[in-house]
Nanobody, 123 residues
Framework: QVQLVESGGGLVQAGGSLRLSCAAS????????MGWFRQAPGKGREFVAA????????YYADSVKGRFTISRDNAKNTVYLQMNSLKPEDTAVYYC????????????????WGQGTQVTVSS
């Protein structure tokens, strides 16, 4: 069982940056692949980024590639999403997720999810 708590969301102007954090409970965090997803109002869930258990493999949606960076600190049971050059279309609730198996894309359905953190980018 893994419990995930996101933090770091907020309101930022276009072009600005935010760093999201996701703190995980449990002593087996390092064995889980982690991902970030987002959901904008009236839209479906969208895959954003994923990272494997060691942090050596990462994958990004085309919409955020080159602007967002996913990373993890297994000693702190935390995964991060550094978001730079934010655009109004990045506005969404961002969710952290964990799964035993590394996968990518919106078809990936991780077993564990956080409660989400709101990111709002003003133009």
């Amino acid at each position: 069982q893994v419990q995930l708590v996101e933090s770091g969301g907020g309101l930022v102007q276009a072009g600005g940056s935010l760093r999201l954090s996701c703190a995980a409970s449990g002593r087996t965090f390092s064995s889980y692949a982690m991902g970030w997803f987002r959901q904008a109002p009236g839209k479906g869930r969208e895959f954003v980024a994923a990272i494997n258990w060691s942090g050596r493999s990462t994958y990004y949606a085309d919409s955020v590639k080159g602007r967002f960076t996913i990373s993890r600190d297994n000693a702190k049971n935390t995964v991060y999403l550094q978001m730079n050059s934010l655009k109004p279309e990045d506005t969404a609730v961002y969710y952290c997720a964990a799964d035993r198996f590394f996968s990518v894309g919106s078809s990936w359905s991780p077993d564990y999810w956080g409660q989400g953190t709101q990111v709002t980018v003003s133009s």
